[in-house]
């Protein structure tokens, strides 16, 4: 079991920003794949952005590209998602998909990841 652990997120207003966190302690990330997803009421599980094993590769769902950015710190065993100039739809729980095999590519699904956190709650309000 590939455990993460979830943080950062938050109530804030429109046009601010946060830093979510994605932690591991008992296996090196650099290793995987690591996806955010956000999952709001009465929706799917949708895919924000990944980062490739490398750190080489990232895509991000067109709503939130140029807005958000996904560092990887290998030192510190986390992934972050950076999101700016946040909207009311970018409210949801947000979780930290770690995937077995290669899954980072554009319009990559919650499917292609294995392991999963708690998940963080972001609300956005306008």
């Known amino acids: 079991q590939l455990k993460t652990v979830e943080s950062g997120g938050g109530s804030v207003q429109a046009g601010g920003s946060l830093r979510l966190t994605c932690a591991a302690s008992e296996f090196n990330m650099a290793g995987y794949d690591i996806g955010w997803f956000r999952e709001a009421p009465g929706q799917a599980r949708e895919g924000i952005s990944c980062?490739?094993?490398?750190?080489?590769?990232?895509h991000y769902l067109d709503s939130v590209r140029g807005r958000s950015t996904i560092p990887r710190d290998n030192a510190r065993n986390t992934v972050y998602l950076q999101m700016t100039r946040l909207k009311p739809e970018d409210t949801g729980r947000y979780y930290c998909?770690?995937?077995?095999?290669?899954?980072?590519?554009?319009?990559?699904?919650?499917?292609?990841?294995?392991?999963w956190g708690q998940g963080t709650q972001v609300t956005v309000s306008s």
């Open positions: 980062i490739s094993n490398s750190g080489q590769k990232s």
């Open positions: 998909g770690t995937a077995a095999n290669r899954a980072c590519g554009d319009g990559s699904k919650w499917w292609d990841y294995d392991y």
